[in-house]
């Protein structure tokens, strides 16, 4: 078989395969974490114009667009809804592969599921299909495939086309034209993700509108090659180094299953700097330092959060979200990051700013060889009676090496998802969630 077909295989055991307790919980997890980072992205551009611009089109059916509360076609609803889910920068992530997979297959699983009227346990098995796919494929490309791609633009494609595929009721020869023919629909560039502007959240949206396609495209028996993902002209060679490491991409079928593996952000800002947060709140914790007693503050950290979170100026909220310097000012005068730390307000405190003016970072050569599996930071800080205190951050709050508790995941949820919902919706929305078998569908 082609790497495709083994893949597809892979995806389509999920339809039929007895799910654990762990797996089960791990997928809602998934699914309560998305609703958590999408809906406050509901309210904001570039998911709002995205609704506006597409109010006039007739696009009706059964998915619900989080956006607009209406009721849309699954690739209206897929595109605006995996917009807003990557919005304000906390969908999960497989650090392995440095993918935020929720976003697009969520968005596109749901979609679809909602539109054929399908049990929530297909919509379950889609989600770890998806996951299954597209973290296996940010194996094989990574890292070279993020010099200059958006692994979640292009690889959210893949794994958005499995879940529409699966639930619309795809063998895994289906399965696998469904992902050959996305992975011509793939994009997503780096400058569009590290630049100004709007475009990076609509990276989530066209991967799950696209997989939306492929995965009914197939369905209707339209096919692509199936050796798309390894052949020498394929989307491994395309975008990375190599045809792909497919044995590191492929190792463990059936003994593990990616969504199990997940990151669950705790702070709403660049996960490149989530190590620098985590080490200078462990340093804060063990030396009593108080703020004004900090010169200074430096961090060696891996290339992606040098090249990627060096940003001493930024003027807007995106890019705040990608500034290590104005994230752990913003951290050290609030001990928080969440959707406040980015508010118009927040951005111009002069005494943030001034903060900033005293972190600096650089790149670690010996940390960034253990990217992307490591994602460390030395953090050193420095005193006005001269002293200097480091510390080596290992691993980040969230993965999986040191996860969110269930209760931590639910304090998240319960904090942004209140942004939006009613307290009662937002209780109603999450117990449905957690705890039933009941499609989450309209709100309120």
Known sequence: MSIVQTLATAAHHWNTAALTDEVTLATRKAL?????????GTTQAPATLLASAFSAIPCQGHAVSYVDGTHRSPRYAALVNATASHTVEFDDIFKDGGYHPGSPTIAAALAVAQEIGAEVQALHRAIIG?????????????????????????????????????LLGGN????????????????GHQQNLQGSGMAKPLHAGHAAEAGVLAGYAASHGVTASL??????????????????????ALAGIGEWTPITRMTIKAHGCCGHIFPAIDGLATLLATTGTQVEAITHIHVEGYAATHQMCDRPEPTTPQEARFSLQYS??????????????????????RDIRALMERISVEEDRELSAHYPTQRMARVHLTTTDGQTF????????????????????????????????????????????????????TLG
């Open 32 to 40: 309560l974490d998305w609703f958590a980072t999408t809906l406050p």
């Open 130 to 166: 998806g996951y299954e796919l597209g973290c296996r494929v940010a194996l094989a490309i990574q890292p070279s495939h993020y010099r200059y791609w958006h692994t979640t633009a292009t690889v959210g494609t893949l794994g958005a086309a499995t879940a529409t595929a699966m």
């Open 172 to 187: 895994a020869e289906t399965i696998a034209h469904a992902v050959a023919l996305a992975s011509s629909f793939a994009a």
């Open 227 to 248: 050796a798309s993902l390894e052949a020498p002209a394929g989307f491994a060679a395309a975008t990375s180094d190599s045809p792909g490491d497919w044995q590191r």
């Open 328 to 349: 752990l000012a913003t951290y050290l005068l609030t001990r928080r990051l969440r959707l406040e730390a980015f508010a118009p307000e927040t951005l111009v405190r």
């Open 390 to 441: 480091s510390h080596l951050q290992t691993c980040r709050k969230g993965d999986p090496e040191n996860p969110l508790s269930l209760e931590e995941l639910i304090a998240k949820y319960d904090e942004l998802s209140q942004q939006v919902l009613s307290k009662h919706a937002s209780e109603a929305l999450k117990r449905k969630i957690l705890d039933t078998h009941e499609m989450p569908a």
